[in-house]
């Protein structure tokens, strides 16, 4: 089973208006953490946004938030204000269990076109 | 600014070469660093995880006498593509961790292997 689901493979918004890209996990591990990155056309993975599986509060890092449901095991990420310049690639990651050597899980990613 | 540098960003070689490439963290020391590879419109795939002072810890499937990792340094990872063939054309992407806090992955810009 993958860890790591994106439901949608390609999303299209409207410049200015806000987008929501899924992100669903599964794990056992209590301990976990979700991260999304955005991929550009050049290939540089930038990192966005991350939640940890004991916050308390969803995540926001200016125009990116997460509406993380744990109960629901989801993790998507809400762009506000789209901008030409968010056209790019987006993978939900998950980092499972504690300690510096972890390993990050990736979905399949969805490809995000923002429309003038 | 890019607290990840991988180098080259692009190499193009004949069959049979042999492909180094490099990825340095630039302001912080990581003891981990990662390997992954990444097809067309795919998701990024790890390869191995690199270890400063020791043995690279590969994912199943991957040939370890294929992609040789040396982790001589904290600041320093290199994958060398032995004996490259087209089917190792590919996306290359490496990544590092800070120990210090809660930092997430921070990747280089990878690099695109072209093998003719």
């Known amino acids: 089973a993958q860890k790591i689901t994106q439901t949608q493979p390609g999303m299209f918004v409207q410049e200015k208006e806000a987008v929501t890209l899924d992100c669903t996990y599964d794990?056992?591990?209590?301990?976990?953490?979700l991260f999304w990155y955005k991929q550009p056309s050049s290939g540089e993975m930038i990192f966005l946004i991350y939640?940890?599986?004991?916050?308390?509060q969803n995540a926001t890092e200016g125009r990116y938030s997460l509406n993380f449901q744990k109960a629901r095991k989801s993790a998507n990420l809400v762009i506000s204000a789209s901008q030409l310049g968010d056209s790019a690639m987006y993978f939900c990651?998950?980092?499972?269990?504690?300690?510096?050597?972890?390993?990050?899980?990736f979905g399949k990613g969805t490809l995000l076109t923002v429309n003038p | 600014g890019a607290v990840v540098s991988q180098h080259p960003s692009r190499v193009i070689c004949k069959s049979g070469t042999s492909v180094k490439i490099e990825c340095r963290s630039l302001?912080?020391?990581?003891?981990?660093m990662f390997w992954y590879r990444q097809f067309p419109k795919k998701s990024l795939m790890l390869m191995a995880t690199?270890?400063?002072?020791?043995?690279?810890?590969?994912e199943q499937g991957v040939e370890k006498d294929k992609f040789l990792i040396n982790h001589a340094s904290l600041t320093l990872s290199t994958l060398t593509v032995t004996s490259a063939h087209p089917e190792d054309s590919s996306f290359y992407i490496c990544?590092?961790?800070?120990?210090?806090?809660?930092?997430?992955?921070?990747f280089g810009d990878g690099t695109r292997l072209s093998i003719l």
């Open positions: 302001d912080f020391q990581a003891t981990t």
């Open positions: 794990t056992s591990d209590p301990s976990y953490g």
């Open positions: 690199s270890n400063e002072g020791s043995k690279a810890t590969y």
């Open positions: 939640q940890g599986s004991y916050d308390q």
């Open positions: 990651a998950m980092r499972e269990g504690r300690g510096s050597n972890y390993k990050l899980t």
């Open positions: 990544s590092a961790k800070n120990e210090k806090g809660n930092q997430p992955q921070h």
